[in-house]
């Protein structure tokens, strides 16, 4: 390996890496972003009377007929 070598960062990398550094509670931040809309526990009774409601979708979903 050459002397000079140095590993790469992308301009991705090199922009994120300076948000955080400028920003340090950044992540604890989306973290709770994200906590908001995905990390949910999901009622399993609900799944399951919501998959045994579902109502099969048309061949054609613009047909005028009823």
Do not use: C, H
Not at 23 to 48: C, F, S, V
Request: proline share 6%; aromatic share 12%.
């Amino acid at each position: 390996m050459p002397l000079f070598w140095k590993p790469y960062k992308s301009d991705v990398t090199q922009f994120i890496d300076s948000l955080k550094s400028r920003d340090p509670q950044l992540e604890e931040r989306q973290r709770q972003g994200r906590a908001l809309l995905w990390d949910k526990e999901l009622n399993r009774d609900d799944q399951k009377g919501y998959r045994e409601a579902k109502v099969d979708q048309k061949p054609y979903v613009y047909s005028t007929k009823a």
